[in-house]
């Protein structure tokens, strides 16, 4: 993580996190490398980690794993190795109690530093010059690659080969065809990774900066506003939404809409279907869009818990019955297209009319390479999260199938609780116990393995892990951590604050800035002449007399007023953090005390207690 | 205004006033000309110029204490200011009002009841500063407001007490912080009539905090404008997008007080809040509207983010009044705002790459 001077003590050191009770052993769902180690627990505990919560917010299940190093391969390739984004290298990650922390590593070096300049200049500038080109042929691979695991058969072990395997030219034996099956789907996965993060940085980043760039002029402009300035008006994501509703249209055109009550499953609305020509009709409409609109997920994350829409019909038919319902009550369901044109270009130029002019033409700019990267950073989720990854889940669970059907395994679903290792291994055993036709020991050895670590991971589950562990930094810097995990210094000390406990007042962020200092409680006009140099002032309002003392404080705080009150206009005036309408500082702050006024956040903090 | 008073003008109906006479009448009486021009509802009323406190000044015989007192004060001695001010405010006191600006002052005032319909309408006294300080005069604790006033004399005792707040210690600590502490200052009065104010408040057409000029900030409170400029409450809290008309963020407090008409008929009295009423929020989606609606009219006729003080009449469907506009000041500066660069350029700087962010 790129920090200054980092302070510790907020945040719990990872060495020191308890195991909850009856999670003992955990770690062997996990790679060694994926451990606070004591071997380098001076650098890792050293180091400023958060939970990646975003990503991971449940305990990982041992094969899930998979998807933690996969993407962080493949992501530290492209940001490191392949673009040198300057400042940062990738990221690296460790497990505690089933939860993922991860740290980003810094270039420190300033003549490393710009030496990757040149490399990033150079390769993002090629990017971002030939990005509609570039993600046409991205595409185009990301189809490809889903057509190939497809096309990926998981054989089964019989008792005697075929006799192709005898008579033929190309043949292999079963446990060939297994062993490679299960290679060949890891690496389609890994394929998939590399290709989901090679313009995820770039995308991210124009984005991001467009953002940002926003926030800084427009400091309280909502994200919903920012986001319908760039989002793409046809893009991938909203037709498997739209073939529904032309589904739904469909169903009360032909007359068959009466099939779809609320409350029935998607199966008994199929059956009724199937009964007449018009219902049958509808379901081979319905098939034709399941290819690839079905292939959505029902879940956001990486996990194997999602699904898709065509494993799990439940949420397309609730769509299709309210569509259905919708039109019936003769509303309208259709996207509005043309409205959100409309308000996307009415938006920005209402907004571009608030900015000067130079600031207007690189807003113009920012948005409209926004634009150009907003179809990848929304379609990467169809092509890679949803259609790939639910459909990798789908053909890791025909191994389970297969481990099932030979005993391995008490449920193929169980496949999950062994990490991708484990599945090799177990494979290995079922080939060769297959092949000599001897006892195998994968039914003893593995079922109370999966029993153990269900377990374990339903008590992970019920532990909070903290949100950072390991040094408080002084300064997040990684632009990785800040664009992609939106963990910004602000959030670092907010997280801090909280472990800190301690008194803390809230009330409006009146005036922006951070002071800690000495606390005046004045209660009345005609005391302001106690007020020394430097000192907070807290009172309960001031008033227009109060003008005098604005020079010698430091900060202020008011129990009312907002942030138009007179206290909050002068403290602006002189750029003094203020923050007002706390309701009881004089109360419950004393003189003496040293506090922390938080002026952009709008908090008062009690760090000292002692009194002169 | 030195001279004769022979042809000087003491007096002149708001909506006669543009910003050309800000010297003469003060800031605040300009704008609300300038507001009824660009037909935003302002109440009625009238502005007297420095003409008028040059006169009472003279008459009074007051011009050589005055500079005498002004004369004995050294930068910022806080002592040497509270005995020039008393010196000054107490002499201030005692002088009467000129028979010439009183008689003028009548008419006026005669003028505002017999278009509202009432013999002895309520209106409200407020300073009205004068010259480059006129755009802090927030900051200067020179916004002396007497509410609720009826009858002419009370109107001209308020009106000398707005001259004699040009003297007190913060307004002259202001001045010698510009540097100004021995100059005569001078300074024109506003006459408005009142408006019973169901809700009243302030709004800045961009967040004063944030420095956002997408937003306007709206405090509102119940009762007369009073309890919200003074700090004595703290009021509901919205930021309203001018964008779409959102309503970004709200926060409803609990108002413990409110100013209400003295039922003696002069004077306003701060009373409590009824419980009731102390934790709902004081405006709705459409009074909001109706107030960014007019915050943007007057913003696009100043050209500037303005400091708007308004009031919503009670029992009256179109209620809002805009009772003053001046500029922002204050406005606190955001440390991180993006430099306007090429695209290409800011991207590279997020990925640390490119030139510096500074």
């Known amino acids: 993580m790129a920090t200054t001077a980092p302070t510790a003590g907020a945040f719990p050191s990872p060495y020191e996190i308890e195991t909850p009770a009856g999670c003992e052993g955990w770690e062997e769902m996990y790679p060694y490398y994926a451990l606070f180690d004591e071997r380098r627990r001076e650098i890792d505990e050293n180091r400023f980690w958060f939970w990646n919560s975003m990503h991971f917010p449940m305990p990982m299940p041992a094969f899930d794993v998979i998807c933690i190093d996969s993407p962080y391969q493949a992501v530290g390739s492209w940001q490191n190795r392949v673009f040198a984004v300057p400042p940062a290298m990738g990221i690296d990650y460790r497990c505690v109690n089933g939860y993922i922390y991860i740290s980003g590593n810094p270039v420190t070096d300033p003549a490393k530093i710009a030496e990757r300049a040149e490399f990033f200049q150079k390769r993002a500038g090629y990017y971002f010059g030939n990005w509609s080109e570039l993600y046409g042929k991205w595409r185009a691979k990301m189809e490809a690659l889903i057509r190939e695991l497809g096309e990926l058969r998981v054989p089964d072990?019989?008792?005697?080969?075929?006799?192709?395997?005898?008579?033929?030219?190309?043949?292999?034996?079963?446990?060939?065809?297994?062993?490679?099956?299960?290679?060949r789907a890891l690496r389609l996965g890994d394929l998939m990774w590399q290709h989901h993060f090679e313009f995820l940085l770039l995308g991210y980043g124009a984005y991001g900066t467009f953002v940002e760039f926003c926030k800084g002029h427009l400091p309280d402009i909502p994200d919903q506003h920012i986001a319908q300035m760039v989002a793409g008006i046809d893009v991938l994501l909203f037709r498997p939404d739209a073939e529904l509703r032309r589904l739904a249209r469909l169903a009360i055109e032909i007359e068959v809409d009466s099939a779809f009550v609320q409350g029935r499953a998607p199966s008994e609305i199929d059956a009724e279907l199937a009964e007449t020509e018009a219902g049958r009709s509808w379901l081979d409409e319905l098939e034709k869009v399941k290819d690839p609109w079905f292939n959505m997920a029902t879940g956001d994350g990486l996990y194997h818990y999602y699904r898709s829409w065509l494993d799990d019909p439940s949420i397309p038919y609730a769509a299709l019955i309210g569509h259905i319902g919708a039109l019936n009550a003769g509303e309208k369901i259709d996207r509005p297209t043309e409205e959100i044109q409309r308000e996307r270009d009415r938006l920005a130029n209402e907004y571009g009319a608030l900015l000067d002019d130079e600031t207007r033409t690189s807003f113009n700019d920012l948005l409209n390479l926004s634009r150009t990267v907003f179809p990848y950073v929304e379609e990467h989720k169809f092509f890679c999260d949803y259609w790939f990854l639910t459909r990798w889940w789908n053909k890791i669970r025909e191994f389970g199938a297969l481990l099932e059907r030979n005993g391995f395994l008490e449920d193929s679903e169980d496949v999950f609780q062994l990490s991708r290792y484990e599945v090799a291994s177990a494979l290995d055993e079922l080939v060769l116990t297959w092949a000599t036709g001897g006892l195998p020991l994968g039914p003893k050895h593995?079922?109370?393995?999966?029993?153990?670590?269900?377990?374990?991971?339903?008590?992970?589950?019920?532990?909070?892990?903290?949100?950072?562990?390991?040094?408080?930094?002084?300064?997040?810097?990684?632009?990785?951590?800040?664009?992609?995990?939106?963990?910004?210094?602000?959030?670092?000390?907010?997280?801090?604050?909280?472990?800190?406990?301690?008194?803390?007042?809230?009330?409006?962020?009146?005036?922006?800035?951070?002071?800690?200092?000495?606390?005046?409680?004045?209660?009345?006009?005609?005391?302001?002449?106690?007020?020394?140099?430097?000192?907070?002032?807290?009172?309960?309002?001031?008033?227009?007399?109060?003008?005098?003392?604005?020079?010698?404080?430091k900060a202020t705080v008011t129990d009312v007023g907002g942030v138009m009150s007179h206290a909050a206009i002068v403290a602006r005036e002189y750029g003094l953090p203020a923050v007002v309408g706390t309701g009881r500082a004089t109360a419950s702050v004393r003189t003496g005390q040293t506090i922390r006024v938080d002026g952009t956040e709008g908090t008062v903090t009690v760090l000292a207690t002692q009194e002169p | 205004m030195p001279g004769t008073a022979a042809g000087a003008e003491y007096i002149r109906p708001l909506q006669r006033l543009t910003h050309a006479d800000e010297p003469r009448f003060g800031g605040k009486s300009a704008n609300l000309g300038e507001?009824?021009?660009?037909?935003?509802?302002?109440?009625?009323?009238?502005?007297?110029?420095?003409?008028?406190?040059?006169?009472?000044?003279?008459?009074?015989?007051?011009?050589?204490?005055?500079?005498?007192?002004?004369?004995?004060?050294?930068?910022?001695?806080?002592?040497?200011?509270?005995?020039?001010?008393?010196?000054?405010?107490e002499a201030m006191r005692f002088a009467p009002v000129p028979d010439v600006v009183r008689i003028e002052v009548e008419q006026h005032y005669a003028q505002i009841g017999k278009a509202a319909g009432v013999a002895s309408p309520p209106v409200a006294v407020r300073s009205s500063a004068v010259g480059e300080d006129s755009a802090d005069a927030t900051f200067a604790g020179q916004q002396e407001t007497y509410l609720w006033v009826r009858g002419v004399q009370h109107v001209c005792d308020a009106v000398r007490d707005c001259w004699v707040s040009l003297f007190s210690p913060p307004a002259i600590s202001y001045r010698a912080r510009l540097g100004q502490a021995q100059e005569p200052p001078a300074m024109g009065v506003t006459v408005q009539l009142m408006v019973d104010a169901e809700v009243s408040g302030v709004m800045f057409t961009c967040n004063p905090v944030s420095g956002d000029p997408s937003m306007v900030a709206v405090n509102a409170?119940?009762?007369?404008?009073?309890?919200?400029?003074?700090?004595?409450?703290?009021?509901?809290?919205?930021?309203?997008?001018?964008?779409?008309?959102?309503?970004?963020?709200?926060?409803?407090?609990?108002?413990?007080?409110?100013?209400?008409?003295?039922?003696?008929?002069?004077?306003?009295?701060?009373?409590?809040?009824?419980?009731?009423?102390?934790?709902?929020?004081?405006?709705?989606?459409?009074?909001?509207?109706?107030?960014?609606?007019?915050?943007?009219?007057?913003?696009?006729?100043?050209?500037?983010?303005?400091?708007?003080?308004?009031?919503?009449?009670?029992?009256?469907?179109?209620?809002?009044?805009?009772?003053?506009?001046?500029?922002?000041t204050g406005l606190a500066k955001k440390p991180e705002k993006p430099k306007p660069a090429s695209a290409m350029s800011l991207i590279m700087s997020s990925f640390g790459a490119g030139p510096p962010k500074d």
């Open chain 2, 35 to 89: 507001l009824l021009a660009a037909e935003i509802p302002v109440p009625p009323g009238f502005a007297i110029s420095t003409a008028a406190f040059h006169a009472f000044v003279r008459d009074a015989g007051l011009e050589g204490r005055i500079e005498g007192a002004l004369a004995r004060i050294t930068g910022g001695d806080l002592e040497a200011i509270a005995n020039a001010s008393h010196a000054i405010s």
């Open chain 2, 221 to 328: 409170s119940w009762g007369l404008g009073l309890a919200v400029v003074g700090g004595e409450v703290t009021p509901d809290d919205y930021l309203v997008s001018k964008v779409t008309g959102e309503v970004v963020r709200e926060h409803v407090h609990a108002k413990q007080v409110e100013y209400v008409p003295d039922s003696s008929g002069g004077g306003a009295v701060r009373v409590e809040v009824p419980k009731e009423r102390r934790d709902i929020a004081c405006l709705d989606q459409a009074a909001l509207a109706q107030l960014i609606e007019v915050g943007k009219r007057v913003e696009r006729h100043f050209g500037s983010h303005q400091d708007i003080e308004w009031a919503l009449a009670r029992n009256n469907a179109d209620a809002l009044f805009v009772v003053q506009a001046r500029p922002v």
């Open chain 1, 446 to 553: 593995w079922p109370p393995i999966v029993t153990r670590r269900k377990e374990i991971l339903e008590k992970l589950g019920e532990w909070t892990p903290p949100p950072a562990i390991g040094v408080t930094p002084e300064a997040v810097t990684d632009p990785m951590t800040i664009m992609l995990w939106g963990v910004t210094t602000e959030r670092v000390q907010e997280w801090a604050r909280q472990q800190d406990g301690g008194t803390v007042l809230r009330g409006a962020a009146a005036s922006p800035g951070v002071v800690e200092g000495v606390a005046r409680v004045v209660r009345s006009v005609d005391q302001i002449g106690d007020v020394r140099d430097g000192e907070i002032l807290v009172c309960g309002s001031t008033s227009p007399a109060w003008a005098p003392i604005f020079s010698k404080i």
């Open chain 1, 157 to 183: 072990l019989p008792e005697y080969e075929p006799d192709e395997v005898a008579f033929g030219d190309d043949r292999n034996t079963a446990f060939y065809e297994v062993l490679d099956a299960y290679g």
